[in-house]
């Protein structure tokens, strides 16, 4: 980690110029999205309407990109498993900061159609801060791109501050996950000292949860399966 | 096998299966369980059905018996015939016919992870769908989902912001939400 | 380091490597995983994993009512869902030996039809994009949406238009909607040169399509492989004709087949699945004013509505291959049992691991998209 924390800029500071320039600054990034290209479920048809020539999101300055690493937005289209609900933790934090992300369809919302279901997560929100939420089944098109006009307008308000959130209840968030996934839930990204490096670090970072999760860290390896995993038991 | 009194022929003649004709391209056979193999076989070469449709599992847990059905389609008579078995639910074991069908494997393994029932000889049971799941077989009549669900998932709170103004003007929603059915709430 | 002093070492290890080509991956059609090891470029071996799509349909449907299933039934295959709404119908209707009326037949089979020709345009850009070009995708997308423009119209729902119900059809389709249907196959069938133009006779296509992901009839026969994958191949075999249902047997239509087996026989047969798709629709809407009729049978009470006992098993030729229903009723309120099997669950599972095996890691994307594997059809 670095030596020095790189502290959020407060926003209420006097001096003119440097909130003019804050705003310049959330202007720009509110007109230059990348969106990550993850279609995690049913929402995900509607998304090429959206981002074709029809109903063009292109103008709006939003585009998909493959890697998280380099996206802004997480879209979550649509219901999301429990199996894909741990990719998605691990790809919102790989994101870097500041990240936004938007609940499509009314699934993320309270369960949606699949309400009764063992196998999806029923409120987002437990397990990541979610910005902006896009209720349907599914939205159309329009309705897409109407919310994501309504994150831009948040953004440039410098109202979409919901990553900083995760980094100051990281405790909260972690215990719905270890409740769902386990004990022994880790993820590669160190998000305590990401809060440090943030200045973020608030009380709610740590907690029982995290020492739960000291207790279980070790080393990476990929998770699950290997291809001769059913070839190995025979012998 | 030209056509499907040929069939029909055939199967009445052999002991220990029950055949029912359905609507105009379906035929039902009810077979004891370690007559099915050989009946595959007979079928497969004999009569042209070639294409596995699918294998499905119903859960009778009233008899103590799992129903494994085998849809077999014909491409030479135009029919498709369904292999009704029962197995004891107890030990819950079959065999498996990868080798007389390939595409077996899929059906056999899903049906595997759904209800717990274990094929011999099938090249794969690892789990597919399910496996970062550790309960029960979820597709058992035993498995309660909604119990499940309210055990593992919060619900949405609600209190937005535009029904705080109804309120304050003398509205409201008419169930609490700890009243609600599934509220985990409900009672304190 | 300079070039001439550069010993590599030969260490098998160093050669073979383990990709995940994950869920998260512009190459997979949907939320899918497929493992793969690799010897530099090629694939040695591959495993799919599947299940992040998993909702348990069938478990829900043993706690909804029958009508209640209805909702629920069309979010089983996201791309082409008209199918899964005829086949839970047509499974109920046989259960209760309701007859369907001739009106809402036809009112069904057009709408199959033309959810066959949005899921072929929404294929055809994806397989596009696999191999690099992007305009195709722009143009089906688009054109894609004129057709649920004309769903849009019938129930209001543009994807999951819920229209079938078990006894017919919901709602009578609008004033005018057949000219408009008209007219947009029209436009289509003035499209269809420009696709060729810029996609099926593209020498890029021909060159990554040509050879890859070949399956012969046998292994195809073998493999349980369906719909235009198996008609690429060679076997003219169409549930339509094959088995009928609905009024398949009173119009009149060709199974295109080619020969190869590869990816580009399947793209063809695609295309001109699309040709007939209109060829039928044009006959539809010449016979359906003819036709007149109620458009739904009459059904007890559905909110008490208690099916007799029994189970049938209703097969439909859906845009991706044979679409299974093994529906049991135990005489209640709530089916007993609804087993599903949706044509990608050979394609792209056994299908896709056997014939990616010697492919490049390149074309394996094309090879799923050829394949048309549809990843919640599997998961459920």
Redesign the interface.
Known sequence: MTDFPVKVQNRSSGNIFTNVFDELIRFARSRSLFM???????G???L??AM???FDMERLGIQ?M?T?RQADILLITG?V?V??LK?IIL?YEQMGSPKYVIGICSCTVNGG??W?????AKKLNDYMPVDLYIAG??P?PEAVISGLQQLMDKIKDGQANSWEDYYRRYDYYLGNQQRLFGDDWQTPTDIIGEAHHYGLFDEGTEGAHTELLKLHQHPLE?LG????AHKIKQD | MENRQQLEKLLTGLSNINLQAG?K??LRVDVPAKELPALLELLKGRAGF?????I????WPDDEQFEL?Y?L?S?QI?T?L?AHIRVAREPGHYLSVYDI???A???ERDIHE?FGVYFEGSPNMEK????EWNGPP??RKE?D??GWVNEHFDWQDYHPDWLNEIEEQGGGIAIRPEEQRFSRTKGE | MRPENYQPKQHPASTEY?L?F?????GIE??YAF?V?LHGDKVV?A?A????????F???ME?RLWIQNI??VP?IC??DPSPMEVAYSMAVE?LCGIQVPERAQWLRVMQLEMSRITAHL?YF?GHAATTGMYSP??WG??D??LV?DLFEELTGG???CIYNMPGGVRRDIPEGFLQRLSQLLDYLESRLPEYDDLFFSNHVLAKRAKGTGAMTQQQA????V?GPNLRATG?A?DVRK??PYLVYDQLEFDIPTEKAGDAYARTLVRRNEMVQSIRILRQVIEKLPAIEGPIRAPIPNPLAWNVPAG?T?V?LESSKG?L?W?V?SDGGQKP??V?V?GPS??HA??VLENLAVGARLEDIAQIMFSLDACP?E??R
Request: aromatic share 14%; with cysteine.
């Open positions: 990550l290209h993850y279609c995690t479920g049913c995900a048809i509607e090429p309407p074709t020539s029809r998909p493959v998280p219901y498993s199996k894909t990719r790809t159609m699949y009764q279901s063992y196998a999806t089944c599914m159309r990929p399966m290997t291809l001769n | 609507q391209r379906r070639m294409h596995l449709s699918a499905s599992c119903v859960d059905v849809h389609w491409y135009d498709l369904s069908y390939s595409p494997a899929f059906f759904m597919f769908i399910l496996t979820p597709m498995f989902s909604e | 383990e995940n994950g869920p998260n991956h512009p949907g939320n493992k090891k071996e495993k994993d599947g299940g992040y799509l998993h909702r348990g069938e478990k829900l706690q909702a629920l979010r996201v791309p046989d929404f850009g995708m722009f997308v688009a894609r949406d649920l543009r994807v999951y026969l073998e493999w349980a369906t076997l075999f094959n088995d189970d098993y097969r044979e299974s093994y049991v007993y049992r087993h099997r669950a050979m599972v056994q919640p599997v998961d």
